[in-house]
């Protein structure tokens, strides 16, 4: 044994440096004119930005440990311990796996890659894909690749077994040498021997420090070796740092350059401490905790950048560990403490443990996240230092997965980049959740730990639960440095990154997947994309650059659209293209506000098709309808009008046209267009805006209503048509609004009001002929809708200010409205009615200055009460109600009013008045006289009995007067009348009977009185038998064949005497 360590003190002496065999292979591999392609190392990501809040505010506090627990204790503790805190609402991110392979590689990965024909065929693009593009770009590094192969064959290194990437690369061999490669993938040194390896086992483990002048090897046997990497020299061998007979499987730099960390197949976690003292090398450990407890898998210390060093956490140098039962993460400073455990509850036990750092911003704070997971969870863990020195660690919202996870990287703190089971990569943003992509990445051909994990250089003694734990480790393969991760493969290395913002853009174009590249542009100029890179700057600059590269895009998209057009068949088939590609282009030039090139460029190009035109001219209307779309040209207005017209689209362009600003065009064109085709809200938009004429276009119209109205006529649709819009425009524009959208400009309103209602007073029409009837205007608006026209008037009047010239104005047109229907017979009932109820509605208000002789309503109410006039009564007796509920009862005399609605018969104006003398008993009276309300009385007598609020004088008055109708109630529906009876008149029952003289009607009353199948609920009634026995009885008589029938529902009734009276009855019809 003594021989063996001089042996490996001699091999190993470190002024020697690495042996002989790096001499060799540099020889040999740098002869070789491998291709070296710039391998360019990311700067920070800007994961760091303060405005980005990156971590859900829910947070679950994990209570701090007082006294902390020895780790003997906590690797003693049950492994079937429940999760102390689980997440109420997880979110559950269902991810569907594509086919589709998005995997880039400068040349074939391997010699068994499998058929990759598939790749250039055409396929669906998966949503994500076609959402967010390609985000990542996996490439084969050619150089490294070709040189490790080179080794392998020439020199006898042996397969790649680890990696470990920095601002050089390192990689292990399975023959004991580790190969450093510099950015430009050329080999700087080759560091240990094949004759180290015989004896030291494979490379198992690599670690560089912050500054990348150290490296540190663990071998599968158990060795640790530490390497200068400027020079190449030996710097330590380190054999006694843990039990032997153990593999190294992680060997771990802390930010603290004399402290590391290594974890072996024992499960056991040692720190190794490097001192020098007077030139002399030294390496002190000390075992955190022993595997013989519990083994640890996994060990992740917490790095910090450059920027970071200085954060109150480093101060700590937290461990991350991952046994096979729980996460543990402690203190390696001050002193050693445990701040957090957190055991994994229910999970497959061939899952891997995970760990992995990563400073975020929260809100105004960067603190670092633990994610870990082993399996289908993903858990984060936000810790955070308080003033009094203490860490307290939160929980964040959980990633559920439907796959097992065998790797994580955070490749930013927005960006994961997670390797599942089946070597398929998924790209998750960490805020949303979720996936942006997954690639395919078997071609690597990943190389897994399992031997080290089964120690099998030592004889493989460890543990099943470990050994089945390293069928998927793959830990050493995968290195993350400066925003890019390193795959060991086989036989090749591959790096994945992010695609910049352009590449993304750009790897679309060349599939030709345009729209998708526009879309995936607005995201980036939105700053709503996922996973941004190469976008800096302040929010201008950056929307200013990817609009410049959306114009280069949309330009070759209208190139490309016009050069593809189908030459051939049918114009439906044309038409159909072009709609399916001139809308993308007209978006997103008005998306980007680029008018400019909407109406140059563009235009210009799609003119050459005279489809393609009209596809284009059609696009605009919906931003024109949403007012989106201003600055229109002269020559693009035109166009769009003509190819309306062209199209017989009329509605189509009056809807634009009430939307555009017209003063460019040749107005008198456009309104002889207009009025052509009907298109009135057109025509008086133009003259309105393009004129400021707001008179013309009501004589226009006018002149065609008047005539036929004049002569008692009916309208047609159109002139209907006509006379709606009409009556709209004159409300719109007294009310200071623009027809028929928006508003008047404030500076205008006043004479527009003013020019609108002098234009209605006028006593004649322009060129009137000689038998005009004064007032026209005033009179045909009448005649076509009294009722809108005058409402018209009330809006207008509540506008009006309390000023001389607006009382003017009210008294004066209810002047001439006076003078034109009630001077003329022409008008109905109804209309006059109209008027009268329009003027007792502005007389009852608080402030009216209108004056109206009280003559003209007792004419009025002449007029509608005449007895010698049959016709239209019920129309005649709603208007003089709505009347009275307007108001106008003030303008009568009650007395008169009630006397002559009595002889009127106009019973609902008798209760109204009467409802106001609280008079309800004469109410009885109307709803009996009036034949089309007689059962609507029973509802009433049932309220005014039932309802709180009625004096006892007043109830007893309709008791009263019910009881002394009651044979007329009865007559006019016996059931009701019963029901009414059963509930307010039951003691009055015996007595009703009694007084009816109607056999008939006694009979339908007690039947629905009586029989249960009526409906009526007997308890109410407290009846002797006699008055069954008397209803049996009117049965026999009326209806015999119901007798038995109905015996067997009656309640109280006498047996033998009822068997007389049937027995009467039978007699009785024999003898007849």
Not at 507 to 515: D, R, V
Not at 902 to 916: D, G, L, N, T, V
Not at 979 to 989: A, K, L, P, T
Not at 1027 to 1034: K, R
Request: net charge negative; glycine share 4%; charged share 25%.
């Amino acid at each position: 044994m003594e021989d063996e360590m001089n042996m490996e003190s001699q091999n190993l002496d470190p002024d020697q440096g690495s042996c002989s065999a790096t001499d060799e292979l540099n020889q040999q591999l740098m002869s070789q004119e491998a291709p070296s392609p710039k391998l360019s190392v990311t700067e920070l990501s800007r994961e760091l930005d303060s405005k980005s809040d990156l971590i859900d505010d829910k947070e679950f506090d994990i209570p701090q440990v007082d006294t902390p627990p020895t780790l003997e204790s906590i690797l003693n503790e049950t492994d079937d311990e429940e999760e102390p805190f689980v997440l109420e609402d997880p979110c559950l991110l269902n991810i569907d796996n594509i086919d589709t392979h998005s995997y880039d590689t400068s040349s074939v990965a391997s010699s068994d890659s499998g058929d990759r024909t598939h790749l250039k065929r055409k396929k669906k693009l998966h949503d994500s894909f076609s959402v967010h593009g390609s985000v990542i770009r996996v490439s084969l590094l050619k150089g490294i690749s070709a040189q490790i192969a080179s080794a392998a064959a020439k020199v006898d290194a042996g397969l790649p077994t680890a990696i470990a990437a920095s601002s050089l690369i390192a990689v292990g061999t399975s023959h004991g040498l580790a190969l450093i490669f510099d950015p430009n993938q050329a080999l700087r040194l080759c560091l240990g021997s094949t004759a180290v390896g015989a004896q030291y086992g494979a490379i198992s483990a690599l670690s560089i420090n912050n500054d990348c002048s150290r490296l540190l090897c663990g071998f599968a046997k158990g060795q640790i070796t530490m390497w200068d990497l400027a020079s190449g020299k030996l710097l330590r061998s380190i054999t006694d740092a843990h039990p032997p007979g153990t593999a190294i499987l992680h060997i771990k730099f802390t930010d603290d350059p004399t402290l590391a960390i290594c974890n072996d197949s024992g499960g056991s976690v040692f720190e190794l401490s490097f001192k020098r003292v007077m030139g002399v090398r030294t390496c002190e450990s000390r075992c955190l905790f022993s595997g013989s407890k519990g083994e640890v898998c996994c060990i992740e210390p917490l790095h910090a950048k450059a920027e970071l060093r200085d954060h109150p956490i480093t101060q700590y140098s937290l461990l991350a560990m991952a046994s096979l039962t729980k996460i543990l993460v402690i203190g390696l400073k001050p002193s050693l403490k445990v701040w957090m455990t957190f055991p994994y509850g229910r999970m497959d036990p061939s899952s891997v443990p995970l760990l992995a750092w990563h400073f975020v911003a929260v809100q105004t704070s960067v603190n670092p996240v633990l994610a870990f997971c082993r399996g289908d969870v993903v858990h984060f863990l936000l810790v955070k230092r308080d003033e009094s020195g203490a860490i307290h660690v939160t929980k964040q919202k959980q990633l559920h997965l439907h796959y097992d996870l065998i790797n994580f990287t955070w490749i930013n703190s927005r960006t994961v980049v997670l390797l599942d089971s089946v070597e398929k990569l998924h790209v998750i943003d960490r805020q949303t959740q979720e996936e942006l992509e997954t690639v395919e990445i078997s071609e690597v051909q990943l190389v897994y730990n399992s031997s080290h994990f089964k120690s099998l250089a030592t004889g493989g003694n460890v543990s099943q639960a470990l050994a089945l734990v390293g069928e998927k480790a793959c830990y050493q393969s995968i290195s993350n440095c400066g925003g890019q991760i390193f795959y060991l493969g086989t036989k090749s290395v591959h790096v994945m990154t992010l695609r910049s913002w352009r590449e993304r853009i750009d790897h679309l174009l060349k599939q030709e997947c345009l729209n998708e590249a526009l879309a995936l542009a607005w995201s980036f100029h939105e700053g709503k994309a996922k996973a941004v890179v190469g976008l800096s700057g302040d929010e201008h600059k950056r929307k200013a650059v990817v609009a410049d590269r959306m114009v280069e895009i949309l330009i070759h998209y209208a190139d490309r659209t016009m050069k593809k057009c189908p030459d051939q068949g049918k114009i439906q088939v044309m038409e159909q293209y072009f709609q399916d590609m001139v809308p993308v282009i007209v978006d997103y030039c008005l998306l980007l506000q680029r008018m400019d090139l909407l109406f140059s460029q563009m235009y210009d190009k799609m003119r050459e098709n005279s489809v393609a035109k009209g596809v284009f001219l059609e696009c605009l209307e919906p931003y024109i309808l949403s007012d989106k779309l201003v600055g229109i040209t002269a020559q693009i207005m035109k166009d769009l009008l003509l190819h309306f017209q062209d199209k017989n689209l009329m509605a189509n362009m009056e809807a634009c046209i009430v939307h555009m600003d017209v003063t460019s065009l040749d107005i008198q064109q456009v309104v002889l267009m207009c009025w052509e085709n009907h298109l009135y809200d057109a025509m008086i938009y133009v003259y309105n805006s393009g004129m400021n004429d707001f008179i013309t276009p009501m004589e226009k119209l006018f002149k065609v209503i008047a005539p036929p109205l004049a002569a008692g006529k009916s309208l047609s649709d159109e002139q209907v048509i006509m006379g709606n819009k009409l009556l709209v425009y004159i409300s719109c524009s007294l009310a200071g609004r623009a027809y028929p959208l928006g508003n008047i400009p404030e500076d205008l309103v006043p004479l527009v009001k003013n020019q609108v209602f002098e234009f209605l007073i006028r006593l004649h029409s322009a060129e009137a002929p000689v038998d005009e009837e004064v007032y026209p205007y005033v009179r045909t608006l009448l005649h076509f809708d009294t009722r809108e026209f005058l409402n018209v008037l009330a809006l207008t009047f509540e506008d009006f200010k309390n000023d001389k010239q607006a009382v003017e104005y009210q008294q004066r047109i209810v002047d001439i409205l006076l003078k034109v229907m009630v001077e003329n017979s022409d008008f109905t009932p109804s209309q006059v009615g109209c008027l009268f109820t329009f003027l007792a509605r502005q007389l009852a208000k608080p402030n009216n200055t209108l004056f109206v002789n009280r003559t003209l309503f007792d004419q009025v109410l002449e007029f509608l009460c005449s007895p010698d006039d049959d016709s239209r009564h019920s129309e005649r007796q709603q208007v003089l109600l709505e009347l009275l509920q307007a108001g106008g009862i003030v303008q009568f005399e009650e007395s008169k009013l009630i006397q002559m609605a009595e002889k009127a018969e106009f019973y609902q104006i008798c209760e109204f008045m009467y409802e106001r003398e609280h008079c309800y008993d004469k109410i009885i009276d109307c709803y009996l006289r009036d034949p089309l309300r007689k059962e609507e009385v029973f509802g009433y007598i049932h309220n005014i009995l039932s309802i709180p609020g009625y004096s006892a004088e007043e109830k007893q008055s309709v008791w009263q007067k019910a009881m002394k109708h009651i044979e007329e109630l009865l007559s006019v529906s016996p059931s009701k009348a019963a029901d009414m009876i059963s509930v307010h008149f039951s003691d009055q029952i015996e007595q009703i009977i009694q007084t009816l003289q109607d056999q008939h009607l006694l009979f339908q009353f007690l039947k629905s009185l009586l029989d249960p199948r009526e409906g009526i609920n007997q308890d109410l009634l407290q009846l002797s038998p006699s008055v069954t026995e008397q209803f049996i009885e009117l049965l026999c008589q009326y209806e015999p064949d119901q007798v038995l029938e109905t015996l067997q529902f009656l309640e109280v009734y006498r047996l033998e005497e009822t068997i007389q009276v049937r027995q009467n009855c039978l007699d009785v019809r024999h003898n007849w």
